[in-house]
């Protein structure tokens, strides 16, 4: 659980009706810091769906 001052909730709902609408604060939360993350380099970005080209054999060309 984490608690969040006054002027963060507001910010958050803000951030929420304009970049996710529909998103939970939770979800919301978790986005914006695993954007940050991968911004900043600390994590890696996901990959795009699908088998990336270097490892498409004749086994798995759907």
Do not use: H, K
């Amino acid at each position: 659980m984490l608690r969040l001052p006054p002027d963060l909730v507001s910010a958050l709902d803000r951030f929420i009706a304009e970049e996710r609408p529909g998103a939970s604060r939770p979800e919301a939360l978790r986005g914006a810091f695993r954007a940050w993350l991968t911004e900043r380099g600390y994590l890696r970005r996901e990959p795009a769906e699908g088998i990336p080209p270097d490892r498409l054999t004749s086994e798995n060309d759907g």
